[in-house]
């Protein structure tokens, strides 16, 4: 009897055993399957890159824009940034600085996405010769006298676009962010890309009235064949006579930010054209503010 008590506790005993070594094994799967899942932002968020073309275009290395075409590379978008700033574009992580502004040297004014133009700032513009555009009526006159010197010798400098309001820029700017929202990306990163094709409203030399965008022999698309004009070989060698630079050289993208623009050429008056031909540098390094 006492035998038979003896084999029924070791059974109950060992029953037991079995029901918590199964508790333990099943809490341990119940662990593991809790375990977070972790995904890259790439994952999450990777949308095609852009490549930026046509009007104050601004540095990047990614591909085609997906309104110009196909794509080739991918680009990772980041989650939304918080800047404290009050600079209208400091939630995509944007904050330049106020450029200085000079009576003085006025041809020489720096803006870029570093340096932009101050709040209120206007600009007394004219008529140029070609008719349709106008530019800071202190520029007018030089590049009235190299369009005339450049009929003398048989080329046709078209005007395409000079001054533009702030407001028209940031309207041109906030066109784009709005497409970039409409396909899927948050405002931010929208900003981001949108700064790559159009350049920020003050940001432009364009809005300073200190530019211009030439095309040639009735052609006013603005793009890199227009290195492979008379005008454009022309202006390399006569415009700096008349106080303009080729503002955004090829190569130079990582300091001026701005990808090759051909067509775009800026006054900075005849002693800083000719220095900064002579040297071959951009004007940021002309001024010691790369």
Not at 73 to 99: I, L
Not at 179 to 184: I, R, V
Request: proline content about 4%.
């Amino acid at each position: 009897m006492n035998r038979l008590r003896l084999i029924l506790l070791m059974g109950l005993c060992i029953f037991i055993a079995l029901l918590c070594i199964g508790y333990i094994t099943v809490g341990m799967d119940d662990s593991a399957s809790d375990e977070p899942v972790v995904t890259t932002d790439a994952e999450a968020y990777t949308k095609p890159a852009i490549k930026p073309s046509g009007d104050d275009v601004a540095a990047t290395t990614a591909s085609a824009d997906p309104t110009e075409g196909t794509t080739a590379e991918k680009t990772t978008v980041p989650k939304e940034e918080t800047t404290v700033s009050d600079y209208e574009y400091a939630y995509a992580g944007f904050n330049p600085s106020v450029a200085a502004v000079s009576e003085e040297n006025w041809n020489l004014l720096l803006v870029n996405r570093n340096y932009i133009l101050p709040d209120g700032f206007t600009v007394k513009t004219t008529p140029v010769k070609g008719g349709g555009q106008s530019l800071d009526y202190r520029v007018a006159p030089h590049y009235n006298d190299m369009v005339t010197a450049a009929e003398a010798d048989g080329i046709s400098l078209i005007p395409v676009s000079g001054y533009r309001s702030v407001e028209r820029q940031r309207n041109n700017f906030e066109r784009k962010i709005n497409y970039y929202k409409s396909l899927g990306y948050s405002k931010a990163e929208a900003t981001r890309l949108a700064s790559q094709i159009v350049l920020m409203p003050s940001t432009s030399e364009h809005n300073a009235g200190l530019a211009m965008d030439f095309g040639t022999n009735g052609n006013y698309t603005l793009d890199e064949n227009f290195a492979k004009t008379e005008a454009f070989r022309w202006l390399s060698e006569n415009a700096a006579d008349y106080g303009f630079i080729l503002r955004y050289p090829e190569d130079a993208q990582d300091i001026t930010m701005v990808t090759y623009e051909p067509w775009h050429w800026r006054y900075v008056g005849t002693k800083a054209a000719k220095e900064i031909k002579a040297s071959g540098v951009t004007l940021e390094e002309y001024l010691g503010m790369e």
